[in-house]
């Protein structure tokens, strides 16, 4: 059996954390690429009016968008890091279960 199918199937209902993980993960990784493409708007921004900068009336949204999307993008990370914490711990407490039940069922050999 894969070792991904085998670590799921003790995750029991809570399987759906490790897959919303990844999902937050990913759209993280989509939407930390946002700022960048601000920071790419206030330039084109500076260098299209260059040198009359007074005519660069979108910097101060582009910078605000900037730090929205940054902050935004750490915020789904931690929710995706919160799901895929909940479902080790929920795998980690049914291995141990299902390795103490195991265990106890071995006959004793003295």
């Not at 799921?8 to 930390?32: E, P």
């Not at 299209?48 to 968008?65: K, R």
């Not at 795998?91 to 103490?100: A, D, H, Q």
Request: glycine share 2%; with cysteine; hydrophobic share 55%.
């Amino acid at each position: 059996m894969p070792y991904l199918a085998r670590l799921l199937s003790y995750a029991g209902k809570h399987k759906i954390l490790t897959y919303l993980s990844w999902i937050f993960s990913a759209a993280s990784a989509l939407i930390a690429l946002m700022p960048f493409w601000y920071i790419w708007r206030i330039l084109k921004e500076v260098l299209e009016v260059a040198p009359v900068f007074e005519n660069a009336v979108h910097i101060t949204y582009y910078g605000w968008m900037a730090m929205l999307y940054a902050v935004l993008s750490m915020l789904v990370y931690i929710a995706g890091l919160m799901c895929s914490h909940l479902a080790a711990f929920r795998i980690v407490t049914n291995v141990r279960i299902t390795l103490i039940h195991h265990i106890s069922t071995l006959s004793r050999v003295r």
